[in-house]
């Protein structure tokens, strides 16, 4: 399983575009991107997923550039609400996925 | 629909006594999982089930055993519970992924645990 590096913690204000850059060099061909999202007390949420290029629904966007030995989780226009931990997964089922949940990034936003 | 459910939400237990969580979903989903989840760090996997009567291991399976009798649940139990496994548990499930995709999964309120 591909191992992932994130910021430990951004800080943004009410209002403001935040991106979140994950690292996973050692992506296999067919991994997947995952983004999850937790809030205190709560179990992880699904934000979103892709392959490569970009993905959007109606939370978030996914950017995945060609080598896609990274990506970038997109929050428009953030509110207090966002204020959470995100992570991101890299991985695939072959008869049972193995998810690896990393430390995450904390994100505060500000008013 | 209630979606993952988990009992009890919280529990204390003294070393050496024993307990099971249960994890029930209502989405006829064929994959669960039970993860831990220590203060300021991500979940790490105990163990999972990819249909009913199977189980496999995770990343930290030591301690716990499991049970897929349903489908619809997924037991997790300590047998002779440790002061280290004092966290937070949290079961999730999901559908079988096409060929070759990731799963997208639903997890439970979680369960807390402490054991003295």
């Known amino acids: 399983l591909a191992k992932t590096t994130q910021p430990i913690s951004m800080d943004s204000y009410e209002g403001q575009e935040v991106n979140i850059t994950c690292s996973h060099n050692?992506?296999?061909?067919?991994?997947?991107i995952t983004w999850y999202q937790q809030f205190p007390s709560q179990g992880p949420r699904f934000i979103i997923q892709?392959?490569?290029t970009k993905v959007t629904n109606e939370v978030a966007s996914l950017f995945i550039p060609a080598d896609r030995k990274s990506s970038t989780l997109s929050l428009p226009r953030v509110s207090l609400s966002d204020t959470a931990v995100y992570y991101c997964?890299?991985?695939?089922?072959?008869?049972?996925?193995?998810?690896?949940f990393g430390a995450g990034t904390r994100l505060f936003v500000k008013a | 629909n209630a979606g993952v459910t988990q009992t009890p939400k919280f529990r204390v237990l003294k070393t050496g006594q024993s307990m099971t969580l249960l994890c029930a979903q209502d989405m006829n989903h064929e994959y669960m999982y039970w993860y831990r989840q220590d203060p300021g760090m991500g979940l790490r996997l105990i163990h999972y089930?990819?249909?009913?009567?199977?189980?496999a291991k995770g990343e930290v399976p030591d301690g716990y055993n499991v049970s897929r009798l349903k489908k619809q649940n997924f037991l997790l139990g300590l047998e002779s519970a440790a002061p280290s496994q004092t966290s937070v548990y949290f079961c999730?499930?999901?559908?079988?992924?096409?060929?070759?995709?990731?799963?997208?999964?639903?997890f439970g309120p979680g369960t807390r645990l402490t054991v003295l």
């Open positions: 089930s990819v249909g009913e009567g199977t189980t």
């Open positions: 997964l890299v991985g695939r089922n072959t008869g049972g996925f193995k998810t690896i």
């Open positions: 050692n992506i296999a061909t067919n991994d997947y």
């Open positions: 892709g392959y490569k």
């Open positions: 999730a499930s999901s559908h079988a992924p096409l060929s070759g995709a990731a799963d997208t999964q639903y």
